[in-house]
C-alpha cells in the first residue's frame, strides 16, 4: 500500500484551518483488523476530552451524541457520512488537568473531497468514535474509516481525498481577532456543532470562470491561466480564500485586480504572495490570499494580468 498526505496552511483572520490531501494506492491484497485512513486526536497523545460528537453535512445535523471515553475499543459502529460537504464535530472540550490555564478550544472536521474504491468497491466515508487511554486519561479520537464490514483491500482500491482540519475558540470572549461575523457567530453558536457546520455549509466558495480553467476548490482555488491571464468571478467563503493561479512564464510578472483594483497587502514589498516553480510543466504559480465574507454576499471580480 503506497499512501502520500499533502499538507496545506493558508492566511486566515478568524480560526485555524488546516488541509490535508491524502492519497492511497493498493498494490497487493492486505488483510487488516483495523484501518484509519485520517484520525481526529490520536491513540497515543490527545488530551482535549470533547464530551459531546456530532455528524452532518452542509444542511445541518444528522447525528449527535455523548462521547464515550476509553476502553481501548470503537465507541460507535461506522457511521456513513451522506450529503454535500460531509462534517464532523467534537465540542464541549475540557481541560485535562487543572493546572492548565486560559482558553480551551473545540475541533472539527469537513471532508471537501471524496473518491474511493474499498474492498474492491466505490466507498463513501464512514466515521466512527474510537476511545483510548493514556496516562491514565481517557478519551475518544474520531476515525475516518473503511466501510462496515471491509477488512481487506484490494489491488486497485484507492482513496483520494481533501480534509479540512479547523480548530474553534469555545466562546466570543476567547477570540481576539478583528472578523466581527466570526466573532457574532461564536456568540451565538459557540462550543457547539453549529460552528463546524457552518465553515461547512459557507466556507464553499462559488467560481465562474470568465479566462482560464478551474482546477479545483480545496486547499485552494487553482486556475490554469490562459497565456500567463485569467480571470474569474468568485463569492462566498470566510475569513480569507487562497487562490493559486498556475502556467505562469515568470515568478514575479503580473498584477492581481479585484474589482479592477490592485491588490495590495504588502508589508515588506512583495510579501503578500508567493511563487512556486513546476518543473514538469518549466512554469510558475502564483498563490494569493483573498478576503471573504459570504455573509454580507461579497461578489468580486478578479483578475490576473500578465504583461
Known amino acids: 500500500v503506497n499512501h502520500s498526505a499533502t499538507v496545506s496552511l493558508a492566511r486566515t483572520d478568524d480560526m485555524v484551518r488546516g488541509f490535508y490531501r491524502i492519497r492511497l494506492n493498493v498494490e497487493k491484497a492486505t488483510d487488516f483488523s483495523r484501518l484509519v485512513l485520517f484520525q481526529v486526536g490520536a491513540d497515543t497523545y490527545n488530551f482535549t476530552l470533547e464530551k459531546k460528537l456530532a455528524m452532518g453535512n452542509a444542511e445541518g445535523v444528522l447525528k449527535q451524541w455523548d462521547a464515550q471515553w476509553g476502553g481501548g475499543k470503537y465507541r460507535t459502529s461506522p457511521l456513513e457520512c451522506k450529503g454535500e460537504s460531509p462534517w464532523v464535530s467534537m465540542h464541549q472540550a475540557e481541560r485535562p488537568w487543572t493546572r492548565v490555564k486560559g482558553p ?50 484490494e489491488p486497485g482500491d484507492y482513496v483520494d481525498a481533501v480534509i479540512e482540519h479547523i480548530i474553534l475558540p469555545q466562546s466570543a470572549q476567547d477570540y481576539y481577532g478583528p472578523n466581527a461575523q466570526f466573532r457574532a457567530a461564536l ?87 508567493q511563487s512556486d516553480y513546476d518543473p514538469r510543466s518549466q512554469s510558475w504559480s502564483r498563490t494569493y490570499n483573498i478576503p471573504a465574507n459570504a455573509e454580507v454576499n461579497t461578489n468580486s471580480n478578479i483578475q490576473f494580468i500578465f504583461p
Open 187 to 273: 456568540e451565538e453558536n459557540a462550543n457547539s456543532w453549529k460552528m463546524v457546520q457552518r465553515e461547512a455549509a459557507i466556507n464553499n466558495p462559488k467560481i465562474v470562470v470568465k479566462q482560464g480553467t478551474l482546477l479545483r476548490k480545496f486547499p485552494d482555488v487553482r486556475i490554469r491561466t490562459e497565456k500567463g491571464s485569467a480571470q474569474i468571478n468568485l463569492s462566498g467563503g470566510l475569513g480569507y480564500i487562497p487562490l493559486t493561479f498556475v502556467g505562469l512564464p515568470s515568478h514575479d510578472a503580473g498584477q492581481l485586480l479585484i474589482d479592477g483594483e490592485p491588490l495590495d497587502q504588502s508589508v515588506h514589498g512583495n510579501d503578500f504572495w
Open 104 to 153: 480551551w478550544a473545540n475541533r472539527g472536521i469537513i471532508i471537501r473531497s471524496w473518491k474511493a474504491r474499498l474492498g474492491g468497491k466505490d466507498a463513501a466515508p464512514w466515521v466512527a468514535e474510537h476511545g483510548g487511554e493514556r496516562h491514565r486519561q481517557k478519551y475518544s479520537t474520531i476515525d475516518l474509516v473503511p466501510p462496515a464490514g471491509v477488512t481487506r483491500l
